[in-house]
């Protein structure tokens, strides 16, 4: 008698060990949500850095801006404290300074500062407002 065989016998049919392709495709697709989530907490945490960056650069900047132009004036606060748009303060940053009188408070005013840096199309702007009073300045 000639036995035949079929190369399965010693293979275990019953609890197999090893995963069917259905539980490999459910890993990979769960495993493919998780690293596409962490990729796109990582890319607004570098968003997030890159514009607390470009503001404390702006702020810097701002601050050697209020050393070559300081708050003071002489007679007229709103013409003494303004700085014309196109002042240069560091290398490719724009400072200006616009103020105005409160209509409400005699001796308040509004001092708007304004540092700009145009690079490539992409621009940063810091934009500070101030109330500074001036008791000096009172209308009689």
Same mark, same amino acid.
Not at 40 to 48: G, I, L, R
Not at 50 to 64: K, P, S, Y
């Given at each position: 008698?000639?036995?035949?065989? #079929?190369?399965?016998?010693g293979?275990r *049919?019953?609890? $197999?060990?090893?995963?069917? +392709?259905?539980? @490999? !495709?459910?890993?990979?697709f769960?495993?493919?949500?998780?690293?596409?989530?962490?990729l796109?907490?990582? #890319?607004?945490?570098?968003?997030?850095f *890159?514009?607390? $960056?470009?503001?404390?650069? +702006?702020?810097? @900047? !701002?601050?050697?801006a209020?050393?070559?132009?300081?708050?003071?004036?002489?007679?007229?606060?709103?013409?003494?404290?303004?700085?014309?748009?196109?002042?240069?303060?560091?290398?490719?940053?724009?400072?200006?300074?616009?103020?105005?009188?409160?209509?409400?408070?005699?001796?308040?005013?509004?001092?708007?500062?304004?540092?700009?840096?145009?690079?490539?199309?992409?621009?940063?702007t810091?934009?500070?407002?101030?109330?500074?009073?001036?008791?000096?300045?009172?209308?009689?």
């Open positions: 008698m000639v036995e035949r065989r #079929t190369g399965f016998e293979r *049919t019953e609890g $197999r060990a090893g995963m069917t +392709l259905v539980e @490999v !495709l459910m890993a990979v769960i495993l493919g949500v998780a690293v596409t989530g962490l796109q907490a990582m #890319t607004h945490c570098a968003s997030s *890159t514009i607390a $960056r470009r503001t404390q650069e +702006l702020q810097g @900047v !701002l601050d050697l209020e050393i070559v132009h300081p708050l003071l004036f002489e007679d007229d606060p709103v013409n003494d404290l303004a700085v014309s748009d196109d002042s240069s303060v560091a290398d490719g940053y724009t400072f200006s300074r616009e103020c105005e009188e409160d209509e409400d408070e005699d001796g308040l005013y509004l001092v708007t500062s304004t540092v700009r840096k145009d690079s490539g199309g992409w621009g940063s810091l934009v500070v407002h101030r109330y500074i009073y001036y008791a000096e300045t009172r209308k009689k």
